[in-house]
């Protein structure tokens, strides 16, 4: 049975389509509708696992999908913004890079068992992406020096994951 958490986490999934409608169907710049979807899937992130700890319903399936909902959002976000001709190739490249190589780290230590939890850098470095989404969004004027700053941000935090991860790796290669 589906719990609530897992409920918001798919809602999440269900707003991707909209919102890359809504942001490739408007011209660059000041795009209303798209910031609002983009933030209410953005939102639910920290709700879903706000509600599975609250409730006592954290599940496997959940742990799981959350951060597969995270990739999908930020990746549609990128690759929309990309194609409208906002955010460059190589900013969306590293992000993307350094999210399927740490959802590939945590494939690896989920098949010793093992959870990565999200980190304070990664949580970190999810809010700089969301700002930096958003300010193009909106036609901010200094969003691109906003993404740069989360693409650093990403970087850092790939490398903190990957930096603490030794043991996995370690495990992973005997």
């Not at 798919?10 to 979807?37: D, E, M």
């Not at 879903?48 to 954290?58: I, N, P």
């Not at 230590?109 to 999200?118: Q, S």
Request: glycine share 6%; proline share 3%; aromatic share 8%.
């Amino acid at each position: 049975m589906i719990n609530l958490p897992n409920l918001v986490t798919i809602s999440r999934i269900l707003l991707v389509p909209l919102f890359t409608y809504l942001c490739l169907s408007s011209p660059a710049g000041l795009n209303i509708p798209a910031v609002v979807v983009f933030l209410a899937a953005a939102l639910t992130d920290g709700l879903d696992g706000y509600l599975a700890r609250s409730r006592k319903e954290v599940t496997r399936f959940g742990e799981l999908i959350d951060p597969i909902a995270d990739k999908l959002l930020i990746t549609a976000a990128l690759l929309a913004l990309v194609e409208l001709g906002q955010v460059s190739t190589w900013a969306a490249l590293i992000i993307l890079a350094r999210e399927f190589s740490v959802s590939g780290l945590r494939m690896l230590a989920a098949a010793d068992g093992k959870v990565i939890a999200a980190s304070k850098l990664g949580k970190l470095k999810t809010v700089t992406q969301i700002a930096a989404v958003t300010a193009f969004l909106l036609g901010i004027t200094w969003a691109p020096v906003l993404m740069w700053v989360a693409v650093v941000m990403t970087i850092f935090s790939g490398v903190d994951y990957f930096r603490n991860a030794q043991d996995i790796l370690k495990s992973s290669m005997e």
